[in-house]
């Protein structure tokens, strides 16, 4: 798997109340289907996915099992995000990651 990850330029910056600190400003690649996350007010974390791309209860994130997929990862309007329409709840990423540092999907 690839060790970085592509991050968009997020047109929505510009109207977003820097009181959303929530926002994620930079994605990157781990092993293990894990992602690095940074949101806008510096919080870093990890966000742990292969429970859940692996399970079958994945649904639309099932398709992220193949790690060329998994690896098309961006950031797009502060949100985790994947071609197709896929991303993650960035205001509950930002709470787990807040809390304990990581946000385990299952």
């Known amino acids: 798997m690839c060790a970085q990850a592509v991050t968009k330029k997020d047109c929505a910056t510009a109207v977003i109340s820097p009181r959303t600190p929530w926002r994620v400003a930079s994605v990157e690649l781990q092993p293990g289907f894990r992602l690095k996350v940074r949101f806008l007010d510096g919080i870093e974390g990890v966000v742990e996915m292969e ?6 209860e994945a649904g639309v994130f099932s398709i992220l099992k193949e790690p060329a997929r998994f690896a098309e990862v ?26 304990t540092g990581i946000w385990k999907l299952s």
Request: net charge negative; proline share 6%; glycine share 6%.
């Open 51 to 56: 429970a859940l791309v692996h399970s079958a």
């Open 74 to 99: 961006y950031v797009e309007r502060g949100a985790v995000t994947w071609p197709g329409e896929i991303d993650l709840a960035p205001d509950a990423m930002y709470r787990a990651i807040s809390e």
